[in-house]
């Protein structure tokens, strides 16, 4: 399986070793498992070919670095490229443009358009304190505007009074309308879509375009589609012209080749991930994350590289020791902590071991994100040294402190203290059996 590709390429390239640089016929024979890996990860073949032409351009007569192996080296360049093509950290929903700044939905029939609506509406009203307009354009569907309606009572945004027997164009008009008469920032207009693309439905998202004036245009596309991706995406950039990608269930486990195909053949950004059924479950898009997912596998180079770049060792050692002892404190743990932040969170960790992204979803079951991981910090950050290192001194008025120093309550304070005290118990039976710094060499 592709959980061994960097092992098959390290056994392709070991014989490379103190050559110097990589030759053409030792990349091709790495790029031949690369091509398999993106195959799998469902990568449009035409995208692969250009994938691994840009690769083999860069890596041949690369320098291979005598502290990495060379299969390391092809696969760091591999990952690299991978990255860059999926384009840049960051992009967001623009809002830069004259209210009510519409924004259409637009994508095949059940990829997640109106439930990305709805998330994203609510999203804006919360996180920006916009005032936003919901509008259902799918006439095509029975309970479609009844489904949005109800999405926005439970995620309190408004949306457009449904009228019957009107079309599409002229729903979008009204949408617009009543933006404008209700002093609304944003309205989003959620679209009907097709099993299949076909004519009608380029010539009604045509005339949508043309009423509304979107300022965004995103495509709703769900991360599993296949080799269909290019076609989907070129269709909808060529006939309505889309501004952003949306791709949804990131949650499933599908290691999202799509994401690079509709990247490539559109040059478009991705902007959001859907990761569950949720109105919570948005995401920001991270190019290094998806680009580990595609490859399948635990990026073990950027992995050390990122581990080496934050783990100082001398304080690895120290904390192999202090666990070993069971003296495991609360600034230990704030030190764990930001290690998890800088190594990029919960889901930077994760998403580099193979086989993670289950556990990751465990946690997040638990409560445990990388929102929570800065909120444990600020906790701690708010007590005294004396009560770092000794956390039975934390009775209930010193906990009222803690709370208000870090904006939470004592219930948050309480889970924090139970989760140490957990860590603490387990590393004292690890360190009884000898096993030094465990739990370091679990995250490196
Ligand atoms: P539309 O036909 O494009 O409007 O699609 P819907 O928004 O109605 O979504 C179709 C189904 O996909 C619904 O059951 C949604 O709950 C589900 N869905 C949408 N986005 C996601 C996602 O990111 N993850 C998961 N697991 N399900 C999703
Ligand atoms: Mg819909």
Do not use: C, W
């Amino acid at each position: 399986m592709f959980e061994n590709l960097q092992e098959r390429l390290g056994a392709i390239l070991n014989g490379l070793t103190g050559r110097g640089a990589l030759s053409e016929a030792d990349v091709s024979a790495a790029l031949r498992e690369v091509r398999r890996a993106l195959i799998e990860a469902d990568v449009a073949l035409d995208v692969v070919r250009s994938f691994t032409d840009r690769v083999r351009e860069k890596a041949v007569g690369a320098t291979v670095l005598k502290s990495v192996k060379p299969g390391q080296m092809v696969v760091k360049i591999v990952h690299d490229e991978l990255i860059e093509m999926l384009g840049s950290e960051g992009e967001t929903i623009s809002l830069n443009a004259p209210a009510p700044v519409v924004i259409m939905m637009v994508g095949l029939q059940g990829s997640g358009k109106t439930t990305t609506t709805a998330k994203i509406a609510k999203r804006l009203t919360e996180r920006q304190g916009k005032k936003v307009l919901m509008a259902s354009l799918d006439t095509r569907r029975p309970a479609a505007q009844e489904q949005l309606k109800q999405l926005g009572e439970q995620t309190g945004v408004s949306t457009l009074p449904i009228i019957a027997d009107q079309s599409p164009t002229e729903i979008a008009r009204r949408s617009v309308q009543a933006a404008k008469l209700g002093g609304y920032d944003v309205v989003i207009l959620d679209t009907a879509g097709r099993t299949h693309i076909d004519e009608p439905l380029m010539v009604e998202m045509a005339g949508i375009h043309q009423v509304s004036a979107p300022h965004e245009v995103l495509l709703v596309a769900d991360s599993l589609t296949g080799q269909d991706a290019v076609n989907l995406a070129r269709n909808f950039d060529e006939r309505v012209g889309i501004t952003g990608i949306v791709l949804t269930r990131m949650d499933g486990d599908g290691r999202g080749g799509a994401a690079l195909s509709m990247r490539a053949v559109t040059g478009k950004p991705i902007k959001l991930i859907g990761v569950g059924e949720k109105m919570d479950a948005l995401d920001e898009f991270h190019p290094r994350r998806v680009a580990d997912r595609i490859l399948g596998m635990g990026d073990i180079v950027s992995l050390v590289e990122k581990a080496a770049q934050t783990i100082d060792q001398e304080q690895a050692a120290a904390m192999a020791k202090k666990m070993q002892e069971g003296k495991f404190d609360l600034n230990d743990l704030a030190e764990q902590l930001r290690q998890m932040q800088r190594m990029g969170g919960l889901g930077g960790i994760m998403g580099m071991m193979p086989g993670m992204a289950k556990m990751k979803d465990q946690l997040a079951g638990a409560g445990m994100d990388d929102k929570v991981i800065a909120r444990q910090i600020a906790i701690i950050q708010s007590m005294t040294p004396a009560e770092r290192s000794n956390p039975d001194l934390l009775k209930h008025s010193r906990k009222q402190r803690i709370a208000a120093g870090s904006g939470t309550d004592a219930a948050q304070i309480n889970k924090l203290l139970k989760m140490h005290r957990g860590m603490a118990d387990m590393m004292k039976a690890m360190g009884g059996k000898g096993k030094k710094g465990g739990m370091m060499r679990g995250l490196v």
